[in-house]
């Protein structure tokens, strides 16, 4: 996205809206996993003050700044464990903390594009973007946070939603999962007809944005 910036081919304008954009999208996320954990009997993220709207505490400034510059990274963190939570029906309680954050993402940006169109043709350019942005971003994360591939939710859902043997088995191959993610990452930065991991992210991406929108 920066390296857009730098050759002219985003103007400062957009790429601001972009960022506070994903600044949103990543605080919404990460305080929805604290606050799913919290209510489920982990007393960790209200320790820690996890339990806020304030976007600096819970980014990732290495991975923030990365996705900046290349779009792709962990734009923030959420301390939350199922070994904290009460041992009555943990499974279920992991599940609703880590399907928190995609789940507030999608409401998101649903509520997002219902205002959009609404009283969308009153914005300028400028917020236009921003709530644009915002949508996309959005539904972004919920797309991409419902991978099967660890460490990404979607991984920690499946855990959740199996029984213990199967959750025994898919533990077991956490770590083959988190090469496969990153070989993934490097095959689509290696050349676009490799990315994989985008096609599988932008098709629904694309197809839930417009459809929000109505486009």
């Known amino acids: ?9 985003m103007p400062v304008e957009v790429f601001i809206a972009f960022l506070v954009a994903l600044t949103l999208g990543m605080t919404v996320h990460e305080f929805a996993h604290n606050y799913g954990a919290y209510i489920m009997g982990d007393p960790t993220p209200k320790y820690n003050g996890r339990l ?8 990732y400034w290495p991975g923030w700044l990365m996705f900046a510059v290349v779009g792709f990274g962990v734009l923030g963190t959420a301390p939350i464990s199922p070994e904290r939570l009460p041992a ?25 594009g219902i205002i959009m169109r609404i009283v969308g043709s009153n914005l ?17 994360l919920f797309v991409f946070n ?3 591939l660890f460490p990404i939710d979607g991984w920690q859902i499946v855990y959740a939603l199996l029984p213990p043997d199967l959750a025994y088995v898919w533990k077991r191959y956490q770590q083959e999962s988190s090469y496969v993610l990153l070989g993934l990452i490097i095959l689509g930065f290696i050349s676009p007809q490799l990315n994989i991991l985008g096609f ?7 197809a839930i944005t417009r459809a929000l929108l109505g486009l």
């Open 1 to 9: 996205m920066l390296f857009r910036l730098l050759s002219g081919q």
């Open 52 to 59: 806020t709207l304030n976007p600096l505490v819970h980014i």
């Open 88 to 112: 009555e029906n943990r499974r279920w309680r992991w599940l609703v903390a880590v399907g928190a954050g995609p789940v507030s993402n999608l409401l998101l940006a649903i509520v997002l």
């Open 124 to 140: 300028s350019f400028t917020f236009l973007n921003m709530m644009y942005f915002a949508i996309y971003i959005n539904v972004l």
């Open 146 to 148: 419902l991978l099967p």
């Open 200 to 206: 599988l992210i932008s098709g629904p991406t694309d």
